[in-house]
């Protein structure tokens, strides 16, 4: 079977209700992603005092933040993938939610720049186990025209999480702001080490949860299977303009949603004087509520388009959302009122979180069975690497060198989002009705074989073969 012929099985799940063990991996792989997020996005909203203690400059913040998680987690994801498509994928998963809780506690004992930026890329190393599973994970045992409802559930894990992270980040840092600290069994924490500890003691203590996800077994290795790099060649050569918009157009969403949480909480701190405990509260809601509608909505309403006859719903919702959330992006970062940025970055997370969802079931549909943890790992590793490693970077030169001025980040982010949004938004439209071709392709086959497979469908191909032989 060559790769042209694969994208038509690209889920192995009938299109009938999922089981109970396929609802039972959406709740676990849920929370371990709301885990993995707050340790992730905690950092975010402890920006201002880790520049206090350790004397750090915009530019060592953006890297902390961008570069020293993504750059590794990026990469590992490549590996992660082929791992993912050879060995038990649960296994993979716990390995990984030991890594990263480890070194996120492992950030808030660290005293230098150094020795925090090689602790936030152990945090990358682990993560980088949990997307890449859990995308192929899920394709596996939910039917296909129920698969963006099951990636929307799994993607509320990063909404909450985000939420989670900038309210324990801002609780923690003012609980323990009078004290100056806590005095613990490896010395003096300052508040904002205190949040690094505490938001990776829950992952470890639950890690051993993944290991009781009902995985289905791997059929024998294939020459698809072994190969790392050249089935995932062959498959761009052949849908190569909707292969390249998948790529370039999620990944500048990518690059506006990890910018505006990146810098958000810095803004808001510059410009209105805001508190942390106070931005982080309202991040929290911001974030919470408008990611909550986008990413448990819009698996549903894509699901509910396609079943309706609306060919490529999901790239449809993607372009929408990104090109309205355009002026909100400008009107939020220039304004003087804070509760309007909070409107205003609330539209934009929308738009994000619900392109991260409507990316993450689109590359699912696209994917062959044997290719989904590699395509998986590079889809992550080139979105982070272009959107969450420059995203944040971006804006810190400008406001450092272009823009001079601490207080000008928010010029800084008017710029960058915006355009991102255009040119995600541009691109996902022009290559829409492509991918809803080779995806409605790709389901008229799967029902050809489904069909083929049962006891009515062989008997009736056994008699139009006899019947040709006759004639």
């Known amino acids: 079977m060559t790769l042209r012929q694969l994208p038509s099985e690209t889920s192995s799940a009938p299109d009938s209700e999922p089981s109970k063990g396929a609802w039972y991996a959406v709740c676990l792989l849920l929370l371990l992603y709301i885990l993995s997020y707050v340790g992730r996005q905690i950092i975010t909203v402890l920006v201002d005092p880790i520049e206090k203690t350790l004397g750090l400059t915009d530019i060592q913040i953006g890297l902390l933040v961008g570069l020293a998680f993504t750059l590794v987690f990026a990469f590992c994801g490549i590996l992660v993938g082929w791992l993912v498509d050879t060995f038990p994928r649960k296994i993979i998963i716990f390995v990984g939610t030991i890594i990263w809780s480890l070194s996120c506690i492992m950030c808030g004992l660290s005293t230098s720049f150094e020795w925090l930026f090689i602790a936030r890329m152990g945090v990358g190393i682990g993560e980088a186990t949990l997307m890449p599973s859990a995308y192929a ?20 894990g990063s909404t909450f999480g985000v939420a989670l992270a900038l309210g324990i980040g801002g609780y923690v840092l003012g609980f323990f702001s009078h004290s100056q600290g806590m005095q613990t069994p490896v010395g003096h924490l300052e508040p904002w080490q205190l949040a690094f500890v505490f938001s990776g003691v829950p992952a470890l203590a639950l890690s051993a949860l993944a290991l009781t996800l009902p995985e289905q077994r791997k059929p024998k290795h294939t020459s698809e299977r072994r190969a790392l790099i050249k089935p995932l060649i062959t498959l761009f050569r052949t849908h190569t303009w909707v292969m390249s918009a998948q790529f370039i157009g999620f990944a500048m969403n990518a690059l506006m949603g990890y910018t505006l949480m990146a810098w958000a909480p810095a803004f808001m701190g510059r410009n209105y004087g805001w508190r942390p405990v106070e931005i982080g509260t309202a991040l929290a809601l911001v974030v919470g509520i408008s990611g909550a509608v986008a990413t448990l909505g819009s698996g549903f309403v894509a699901d509910r388009l396609w079943s309706r006859g609306v060919q490529g719903s999901h790239y449809l919702l993607a372009s929408l959302v990104l090109a309205i959330s355009v002026p ?24 994000a979180a619900v392109s991260l969802n409507m990316g993450a079931t689109a590359l699912q549909l696209l994917t062959p069975p044997p290719l989904r943890g590699r395509l998986s790992g590079l889809y992550l590793f080139w979105t982070n690497m272009f959107g969450a490693c420059l995203g944040p970077l971006i804006v810190a030169i400008l406001t450092q060198h272009l823009l001079e001025g601490r207080a000008k980040v928010g010029v800084a982010m008017a710029i960058v989002i915006p355009l991102a949004a255009i040119a995600g938004a541009t691109m996902l439209c022009l290559a ?32 139009d073969k006899v019947n040709g032989q006759l004639s």
């Open 137 to 156: 994970f899920l394709s596996d045992v939910f039917p296909r025209r129920k698969l963006a409802t099951a990636l929307g559930i799994f993607s509320f």
């Open 432 to 463: 829409r009705h492509r991918y809803a071709d080779i995806v409605t392709a790709a389901e008229a086959k799967l029902d050809l074989a489904v069909t083929n497979s049962s006891p009515l469908g062989m008997k009736q191909a056994l008699g």
């Open 328 to 351: 909100f992006g400008i009107i939020a970062f220039l304004s003087p009122y804070p509760w309007v940025f909070l409107l205003g970055a609330s539209v934009v997370y929308f738009a």
